[in-house]
């Protein structure tokens, strides 16, 4: 339980580039009526110009390893390098609400959770390509959110007890699979719960055709690298994967068709959200069949300006 004793770490993970770490950093020097709290930046040593966002924020730790690159490396390596008995993790594409920080540390307040998470909106201009990418991700944490126990969180908007995190180490060590560590946490220290009130904006715009290789890239790295912790359960992902298409459109539409403004932007998008969830389930089983990385893993540019209205 929280006390005015706890203390407080974010740990922001840091793989789309220079700038999109400082617009998150600028959003978490804005929380109001939050406790004293720290951060702390792991990101990709390949992003140019950290250096100099770094020397804006002298109170940020960043860190940054010349082997890791994945976002499932530097999640662990973030939370690591965190000291806080909670734990907030959020990805640098994240814009926090001004009562970000203080909703989720008042959440570990109640008893009886372990993870507790929030939602995720997008920002305003929205392409169909970005509305798109971000069903891929999102669709679950999207509003309307009921307040309660959630199957699943997602990592780009996600608390954690520290002790917690500790007992189940062995785990995250080296790669943060939010699906495996959640799990793993619900079934020791209680149920996961989302609070709609904690609220992230995903600032991404992105070319379609970027999207494309980083989705099948990401759907790959995710495949191979849950197997480290079902190995056992190869031969069934291996077999059911080719229905994940129709499963993973599927309840997006559900999600969907519960918001008139979903509805309208879930069918505007659809052309491209069809095929970024095909290539996602393309490269999750072959990370199944393989057990082998993508070749490369870049996440895919931020669009220009001028691009960013189209629709």
Request: charged share 25%; hydrophobic share 40%; aromatic share 10%.
């Amino acid at each position: 339980m929280s006390s005015p004793h706890t203390s407080v770490s974010v740990a922001v993970v840091g793989i789309c580039s220079a700038k999109h770490i400082e617009r998150c950093l600028q959003s978490l020097e804005r929380q109001q009526g939050a406790p004293p709290f720290d951060v702390v930046v792991a990101y990709d040593p390949h992003l140019q110009g950290v250096d100099e966002v770094a020397r804006r924020f002298p109170r940020v730790r960043f860190v940054s390893n010349a082997g890791q690159r994945n976002p499932l490396e530097l999640a662990s390596r973030a939370l690591k390098e965190s000291t806080g008995d909670v734990l907030l993790l959020t990805e640098d594409h994240c814009i926090a609400r001004p009562d970000w920080v203080k909703t989720l540390v008042k959440a570990h307040e109640t008893p009886g959770r372990s993870v507790i998470g929030g939602v995720v909106e997008i920002a305003d201009g929205a392409s169909a390509t970005d509305w798109a990418f971000y069903f891929v991700d999102f669709f679950r944490y999207a509003r309307p959110a009921p307040r309660g126990g959630s199957p699943t969180l997602t990592v780009c908007n996600v608390s954690y007890k520290r002790e917690q995190l500790a007992a189940i180490r062995d785990i995250w060590d080296v790669y943060f699979h939010e699906t495996a560590i959640n799990d793993a946490l619900r079934q020791r220290f209680g149920e996961l719960v989302l609070e709609p009130d904690a609220e992230v904006t995903m600032g991404r715009h992105v070319e379609f055709g970027h999207a494309i290789y980083e989705r099948y890239a990401f759907g790959r790295l995710f495949g191979c690298t849950r197997l480290l912790f079902v190995p056992e359960k190869r031969l069934f992902y291996c077999l059911f994967a080719p229905a994940l298409p129709v499963m993973l459109l599927g309840r997006m539409a559900q999600k969907a068709f519960r918001s008139p403004r979903l509805t309208r932007d879930f069918l505007r998008s659809l052309f491209p959200l069809a095929t970024m969830v095909l290539w996602w389930s393309w490269g999750e089983w072959l990370g199944y069949l393989t057990q082998k990385h993508p070749k490369s893993l870049v996440v895919a540019p931020e669009i220009r300006a001028a691009q960013r209205a189209s629709p």
